[in-house]
């Protein structure tokens, strides 16, 4: 009965005082039905009850005050009684109620359920005011004009304590909505069924059986079944209802109350006779509720016990589980440094057990310690469990245990003694620590360091020889040089193909004078020819024994172990074979130095690329692009370079132009083509008639420029009458020809001959010789 007191969406509305009232009015309406004739008491007052549970939830205090006020004069005043009465009636149920409240909120305490301590709070409440309410009755009474009497207070205080111990626990609950329990099993309900027939069979027999016999326990039998085995509510509902039905029946003269003749007596006996039953029913209940919320906590906490006793068990079979597979070697001692236990792994580490009857002094022969040198024998103040004895900790403490015909453990040992909450010593634990793992890793990086800093070193001399093979004036000899530095070899060699089907030296150091590489690549058979037919690399620890070695290579370098790495440009090809050569021998090439010599080609390869396009760009910028000729730029150094030899040697020198005759008619009327192969043919065959030292050179168009070192004009003339004599195609050439004198410069020398050319362009097909004058230098004026 859990009541708002607020109409949704409106204003808001008293709904549970409005609803009290109600019940409150009914309960006084039919408590006043029951008035005994000839008196002003009531056989029961279930007002009583209403008016209490009312007050104990009351959130209108006044307005409540004046409802129960009103009611309690409306229906007195209509079932008879007088103003007297009404005044005193009014003030009698306020007080009873709010007392009743106050009380229970100071004694009761709903949140810890309905025990038997919050029961004998519930009936002292009651009975507390209700002794106040009948003693307001009682003087109401008396000013009303009535005789009060003992037999009147003590009717008037119990059904006024019957009502409130009937009414008010089944109101309260159904407003707290206090859940029921109703049987869950079928053989429950059809138990909760058969005791409500026999409740029922009970009062048949008691108000409709025969009469005189005394039958009224029967009903006591009911209620202790209902309370020993249902639910409170269902108990506390069965009473009110057994209530009624003891009420109404003994009121209509059926019963064994009905007989007794006092009136006043007779509403006693019925009141204590309801207020017994409920009094039973719920001390019954409640005591079965304890005893079943005992059993309750008593089987958890009998299953926290035995979970806390499995889980104890567990934790000591894990903890010994962890002691017996742990990698860490655990020793526990006592106080004075016996030994107490040892786990699996010490154990099996000292290859004995723990001994508690072994002198500590003697534990380092016992159980073979020693000093971190697995030498020296430990002294007992270094042993490290005597060590935390005496210190109360000790930590990073080295030792080797070296059992004879065993490998060696070393340890490192961390302890501390256990103490009580006292401060006394009760043993040392020791917890040792296998470092052989840690010492093999530790070799291990210092291997690895130490090879890494060799190939470090490799590396940075890799680094150095690229260095220097790229800026090298000649990278075929720095790139051979570089070899024998990282590979700490005695000779190395360059062998690359010369474009008539032979592989020859083209770079060599430390190797003999004598030394000449000469091979054909489809006859020959060589070490060298397999790795640049095959673009392999090898290394021969004795070259002498290998079947494709060639002795005579061989013995003129006096190799004894080689290795060789094939060069390969950025477009795959094979443009050489680097040849390292150890006149010692050498059992193994060990991988880094494989590694750097493999760079150290691909680095050759570049310094090729670059420096044959080096030179290719230099004799772009030397050369005429289309006869190959030198070009004017470079003639004019090389005629300065021949004048300062010719001047320090006192050699002849001599200058020529040749000019091809009729060219521009030969352009026209065949074609610039035709004249491009000719400039083409002209130069190669002039080429053929010319020694290695002379120069000849595009001067522009179709005329070139000869320079001659070592010739007179003389002997030049028979060198450019041959040159005539070899042009191409049917065609000639004039010819100007002039010796350098001492004192010329290149420039003057040129004029001479140009000018002796242009005189032979007069008949054409024919060389002059022209001269040209020393230049006198004008006498230097001094001054004093």
């Not at 006020?69 to 009404?86: I, K, M, R, Y």
């Not at 037919?533 to 070259?543: G, K, R, S, T």
């Amino acid at each position: 009965m859990n009541v708002p007191d607020a109409a949704p969406g409106g204003a808001a509305l008293p709904v549970r005082s409005l609803t009290f009232t109600a019940l409150f009015a009914v309960a006084v309406f039919l408590g006043r039905l029951t008035i005994l004739d000839g008196t002003s008491l009531s056989l029961v007052w279930p007002a009583a009850g209403v008016a209490a549970a009312w007050f104990c939830g009351t959130r209108n205090r006044w307005l409540d005050y004046l409802l129960l006020a009103a009611v309690t004069v409306v229906v007195n005043a209509l079932t008879g009684a007088g103003p007297a009465l009404l005044a005193g009636f009014v003030v009698t149920n306020l007080g009873q109620a709010q007392l009743f409240a106050t009380l229970r909120r100071r004694w009761f305490s709903p949140g810890s359920g309905l025990g038997t301590r919050q029961l004998a709070a519930l009936l002292g409440t009651a009975a507390t005011a209700c002794a106040v309410g009948t003693l307001g009755g009682t003087l109401t009474v008396a000013a009303a004009g009535g005789t009060p009497s003992w037999l009147g207070a003590a009717v008037w205080f119990t059904r006024n304590f019957a009502g409130i111990l009937l009414v008010a626990p089944v109101v309260l609950r159904l407003e707290a909505r206090v859940h029921v329990a109703w049987p869950r099993t079928r053989r429950g309900r059809v138990e909760l069924v058969a005791a409500v027939a026999t409740s029922c069979l009970a009062y048949a027999a008691v108000f409709w059986g025969p009469s005189g016999i005394p039958l009224s326990f029967l009903p006591l039998a009911a209620t202790i079944w209902l309370a020993l085995r249902f639910d409170t509510t269902i108990v506390v509902v069965t009473d009110l209802v057994v209530a009624a039905i003891t009420v109404v029946g003994t009121f209509h003269g059926i019963g064994p109350f009905a007989g007794i003749q006092d009136d006043a007596a007779r509403a006693l006996v019925v009141q204590v006779h309801v207020g017994f039953v409920a009094a039973l029913g719920m001390a019954l209940a409640v005591g079965r509720d304890e005893r079943a919320e005992l059993l309750r906590r008593l089987s958890t906490a009998t299953t926290q016990a035995q979970q806390a006793h499995a889980e104890a068990e567990r934790s000591a079979r894990f903890s010994d589980a962890v002691l017996a597979s742990v990698g860490t070697g655990i020793v526990v001692a006592d106080p004075g440094g016996r030994l107490l236990l040892f786990n699996d792994t010490a154990r099996a580490w000292h290859g004995l057990d723990a001994d508690d009857s072994l002198d500590p002094a003697l534990h380092a022969d016992n159980y073979h310690l020693y000093g971190p040198d697995g030498v020296t024998p430990l002294t007992p103040a270094q042993i490290p469990l005597l060590r935390t004895l005496a210190e109360g900790s000790v930590s990073g403490a080295e030792i080797v245990i070296a059992r004879p015909g065993e490998g060696s453990v070393p340890v490192v040992c961390s302890g501390r003694t256990v103490t009580d909450e006292a401060g006394t010593v009760l043993g040392a634990v020791v917890a040792m620590h296998d470092l052989s793992e840690v010492r093999s890793r530790e070799a291990q990086l210092a291997s690895a360091n130490a090879q890494l800093e060799l190939h470090a070193g490799r590396v940075e001399r890799l680094a150095e020889a690229s260095r220097a093979v790229l800026v090298a004036d000649d990278p075929r000899r720095a790139v051979c040089e570089a070899a024998i530095a990282v590979a700490g070899a005695h000779g190395a060699f360059l062998a690359q193909p010369d474009g008539t089907g032979r592989l020859v030296a083209t770079a060599a150091t430390g190797m003999p004078e004598d030394f000449r590489l000469d091979l054909d690549v489809r006859r020959d058979t060589s070490l060298t020819l397999s790795s640049y037919l095959f673009c392999e690399p090898l290394f021969v620890a004795d070259v002498a024994l290998h079947p494709q070695a060639n002795a005579r290579l061989a013995a003129v370098g006096g190799q004894v172990s080689g290795a060789w790495q094939p060069v390969v440009d950025a477009d795959g090809g094979v443009v050489g074979v680097l040849c390292v050569v150890w006149r010692d021998r050498v059992a193994r090439l060990d991988p880094t130095t494989a590694a750097v010599l493999t760079g150290l080609a691909a680095e050759a390869a570049h310094a090729f690329s670059r420096a044959d396009l080096l030179s290719q760009l230099a004799r772009a910028a030397e050369h005429d692009p289309l006869t190959g000729a030198v070009n004017r730029r470079r003639w004019d150094d090389l005629a300065r370079t021949e004048i300062a030899r010719a001047t320090r040697s006192r050699t002849p020198l001599t200058f020529a132009l040749i000019d091809l005759d009729h060219f521009k008619r030969y352009n026209d009327t065949r074609g610039h083509l035709a004249g491009d192969d000719l400039l083409r043919a002209f130069t190669a065959a002039a080429a053929g008639q010319l020694r290695e030292v002379d120069t000849l050179a595009r001067w522009g168009g179709e005329e070139f420029a000869l320079l001659l070192p070592d010739c007179s004009a003389a002997d030049a003339v028979a060198v450019v009458d041959r040159i005539r004599a070899a042009v191409p195609d049917g065609q000639t050439c004039t010819v100007g020809v002039c010796e350098w004198v001492p004192g010329l410069d290149a420039r003057a020398v040129v004029e001479a001959a140009d000018r002796a050319l242009y005189a032979g362009k007069a008949t054409r097909n024919t060389t002059v010789v022209g001269s040209a004058e020393p230049v006198v230098s004008a006498p230097k004026a001094f001054s004093l």
